[in-house]
Antibody, heavy 119, light 107 residues
């Protein structure tokens, strides 16, 4: 069974940092592109970042570029999102998800970890 | 970035109804359009990929069509478990974008 389990969310003050993790199991991690997608409370889905199977390509949404850094450790079947200079508008549920990359869909999602940015 | 616009934003329908949701891209995305269902408090679930491909395990009452800039998701006969929010998403560009969502409610 495919599993993507996010962790690391919590309450952080504006300007602070947080590192999210995603532990993958049940599939060959090294052959999938992994994504972070977020959803602000009561709002729609917003793609945040993508990293290719060998980290040969990385993309960011304009809203997080320069503040967030995506990385992966294929030896540990894990994905990370380092979030710096957090602002209130970064408050959201953050989902880890997988796909084959390129033009293919996101086919599996984790249950998410909640990040709240507030003083 | 490619903008995705869904309509309607919300929709009330009854069990057994046929429902259609539309999604329009700001530029041609060929058939690289996917549909997701999200139930309250849950993660999204892939329903349709590449405009018309039915994801494994998804009931056949769901179907998708379209190409270029205009796409539709159709539910042929609404069931109680279908009341949820639906999102389109383009995978034509590496900078992925989603529609704003269509909330399907029970009439």
């Amino acid at each position: 069974e495919v599993q993507l389990v996010e962790s690391g969310g919590g309450l952080v003050k504006p300007g602070g940092s947080l590192r999210l993790s995603c532990a993958a199991s049940g599939f060959t991690f090294t052959t999938y592109t992994i994504y972070w997608v977020r959803q602000a409370p009561g709002k729609g889905l917003e793609w945040v970042s993508s990293i290719g199977s060998r980290a040969t390509y990385i993309f960011y949404a304009d809203s997080v570029k320069g503040r967030f850094t995506i990385s992966r450790d294929n030896a540990k079947n894990s994905l990370y999102l380092q979030m710096n200079s957090l602002a209130a508008e970064d408050t959201a549920m953050y989902y880890c998800a997988r796909g084959r990359g390129g033009t293919t869909p996101i086919d599996s999602w984790g249950q998410g970890t909640l990040v709240t940015v507030s003083s | 970035d490619i903008q995705m616009t869904q309509s309607p934003s919300s929709l009330s329908a009854s069990i057994g109804d046929r429902v259609t949701i539309t999604c329009r891209a700001s530029q041609s995305i060929s058939s690289y359009l996917n549909w997701y269902q999200q139930e309250p408090g849950k993660a999204p679930k892939l329903l349709i990929y590449a405009a018309s491909g039915l994801q494994s395990g998804v009931p056949s009452r769901f179907s998708g069509s379209g190409s270029g800039t205009d796409f539709t998701l159709t539910i042929s006969s609404l069931q109680p478990e279908d009341f949820a929010t639906y999102y389109c998403q383009q995978s034509y560009s590496n900078l992925i974008t989603f529609g704003q969502g269509t909330r399907l409610e029970i009439k």
